[in-house]
């Protein structure tokens, strides 16, 4: 969380107090004995969102929302290494377990009752500050709470105590948006996306009827392609692919809190992930029009392969929903003790028994596999390292060099093996990093291996993923127009021959995409090929700070375009749809 402006300083300040004066007074209202028992519970209630809060903080840079406890199982990265996340220092937060009882002890006045007006006033004092901090907060930005994605800057705002139960309100309204919504509901998005029309290319069309395999790879970055650590190649595999391969450089990471599953619904439905959340968890009742089920209308038969347990990010009703047929999970395959690392089997075990799956599905089929060993804390065994670790001062970004490497050799193995079965050739391959492996608190080891000053927009930039696209056969070009993953949809279906028209989505073909259109994140920041909005401040390219005034029509653009995306999910509005 930075400070970006003097003005902030008072809000981040004071911001906590009236809702801490309010929560502790609440001890007030209760007799002698249960006084202390109210008061401390208090006390943990405050302490444990604040240390949950920084835990995770630490790890995604983004704040606990009351979906993410409901799905806390899933949160990937917090499980394996909690601790590698805390910090002795972290100890000082809870000094003041010394100071209250000593300032318990001190007092003069013990045993004595409080009046009715004492409270009064306290209890005025602490609604008056909340207020205040409210009033501030809006009077500096009028779409704090219509833009309550963008969680630093609530929390900058109204604090982390107020923040949380706006958060929790939030929560117990939304299923209200499904029951009262109706027919008018859909009608401003189906206008906003008819408009929205693609340009055809002459690549149209030129993977018809093929086979479509998609890679989902864990936690990979597009820093690592065509990278070299100690004069060895981090990814050879797809280096030598991007040759004849579409490679796009530009393509952002636009996931949010359901991490790998938010790129699987992008990818699907073309629809935004929620900002607070993961949709699989959230939304597996509605109405979806699917990557499944359009290609379904093709005769496509559509299936996913992860060694992961079903439930996990519920991908098993999920699924169902987004129009698939099969789903192969942990259950299908052989996962033992020794074919597995940190969050399940090995790629290249993974990988190998898939290809024995794929080779007996109906064709033309969609499948998309999905990699598991480049997870974090990015453990691997010895005899799996094809790298020597790097050597930055983060051992989390020099271990990451190690399972990417791993994981291009389990890609290298699949295409030999599909080759080999004679399913290659008929198939058109779509790789892409599903997400930032390396997060903003290990950031710094990467600037320091890629000789890249650490700057905001730098860290933007740093959120790309690697997308190739190969069809076996077509010459490769590598593209540099910026997109994000929401793109990857109706790139797809242009490949297909597929027209991309009223299909519902928000991506765009990326090979007319318009740089001028950003490509836009959770939190409401974004890019265009000129700007970088982040932490509400925009950026030229060359990482200067502009004024406000040239990103402000973008802002609106994004504003308006995850209004309606969240509309069509939270009101379930496809169901209104042909
Ligand atoms: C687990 C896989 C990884 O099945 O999706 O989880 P994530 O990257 O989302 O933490
Ligand atoms: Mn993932």
Known sequence: ???????????????????????????????????????????????????????????????????????????????????????????????????????????????????????????????????????YGLIRSPYLFSASYDRDGLVKAVGPYNYHLYDFALGAVTPLNRTLASQADAVPSEDYLKNKKDKTTDLFGIAKGKNVVLISMESTQNFVIDRKVDGEEITPFLNDLIEDSFYFSNIYDQTAQGKTSDSEFMIDTGLYPLASGSVFVQKPENKYY?????????????????????????????????????????????????????????????????????????????????????????????????????????????????TVRYQDEAIRNLFEDLKEKGLYEDTMFVLYGDHYGISEKYEEGVFEMTGKEASPVNHVAM???????????????????????????????????????????????LFTRNEEHPVMFRDGSFVTKEYTFNDGVCYNNSSEEISPASCIPYQETVRKELKLSDGIIYGDLLRFLK
Not at 316 to 331: Q, T, V, W
Not at 338 to 366: R, W
Request: no cysteine; hydrophobic share 45%; aromatic share 14%.
């Open 1 to 135: 969380m930075k400070i970006v402006s003097a003005a902030e300083i008072p809000a981040v300040l004071l911001s906590p107090a009236g809702s801490l004066i309010l929560l502790f007074g609440f001890s007030f209202y209760f007799s002698r004995t249960f006084k202390p028992l109210v008061f401390w519970t208090a006390w943990l209630v405050a302490n444990a969102l604040l240390y949950g809060d920084l835990l995770y903080y630490r790890f995604y840079t983004d704040f606990v929302t009351l979906p993410i406890l409901f799905q806390f199982d899933n949160v990937g990265g917090l499980g394996p290494s909690t601790l590698e996340l805390m910090s002795p220092w972290d100890l000082l937060l809870f000094i003041d377990l010394l100071i209250i009882p000593w300032l318990l002890k001190k007092r003069t006045n013990k045993g004595a009752v409080i009046k009715t007006k004492q409270k009064i006033w306290y209890a005025s004092a602490g609604l008056v500050l909340v207020l205040v901090t409210v009033g």
């Open 290 to 402: 699917g990557l499944p089920h359009i290609l379904k209308e093709e005769k496509y038969y559509a299936s996913v392969f992860h060694g992961n347990e079903r439930t996990f990010w519920n991908r098993e009703n999920m699924y169902k929903a987004l129009g698939y047929d099969h789903y192969y999970s942990k259950r299908d395959y052989n996962v033992t003790e020794e074919n597995s690392v940190n969050y399940g089997i090995k790629d290249i075990e993974f990988f190998e028994q898939t290809a024995e799956k794929l080779e007996e599905l109906p064709q033309p089929f969609y499948s998309r596999l999905i990699t598991l060993t480049n997870h974090f804390p990015f453990l691997l065994d010895d005899e799996d390292k094809m790298i020597e670790e790097a050597n930055t001062n983060v051992e989390v970004v020099n271990r990451y060099i190690t």
């Open 463 to 509: 959120q790309q993923v690697p997308l190739i696209i190969h069809i076996p056969g077509v010459e490769g070009e590598t593209i540099s127009t910026i997109g994000g993953e929401i793109d990857i949809r109706p790139t797809i279906l242009h490949l297909l021959g597929i027209k991309t028209e009223n299909k519902l989505s928000f991506g765009h073909v």
